[in-house]
């Protein structure tokens, strides 16, 4: 299961993980967002303690997505050694995140 990420613990969750990590931002509203939901938790699950997978509010938190220049949501941001290195906008097939993901490993 995906983590609940918020902007006070952003920093220390994600960016200083000391592994590669994505991060789902979306809202409840959102319906494409409710659709690559399952795919993030999938993820989660079978690449397990090899990365941090997270997903934050962007109604709740709106520090992170502004900093990142967050505009669409679903956006998956894609961090390595505390930088971002890569972004997915939009629903896409699981296979296509696998394969950034894998790109992180």
């Known amino acids: 299961m995906a983590i609940e990420v918020t ?3 952003f920093e220390e ?3 200083k993980a000391g592994k590669p990590a994505i991060v789902d931002f979306w809202a409840e509203w959102c319906g494409p967002c409710r659709m690559i939901g399952p795919i993030i938790n999938e993820l989660s699950e079978e690449y397990g303690d090899k990365i941090v997978v997270a997903k934050m509010d962007v109604d709740s938190n709106p520090l992170t997505p ?7 949501i679903p956006t ?3 961090f390595k050694d505390g930088e971002m290195a890569d972004k997915q906008v939009g ?3 699981k296979s296509a995140l696998a394969k950034k993901v894998d790109g992180l490993l």
């Open 13 to 15: 969750t994600v960016l």
């Open 91 to 93: 629903v896409v097939p």
């Open 7 to 9: 902007d006070a613990n």
């Open 66 to 72: 502004g900093k990142f220049g967050i505009r669409n």
């Open 76 to 78: 998956i941001l894609f």
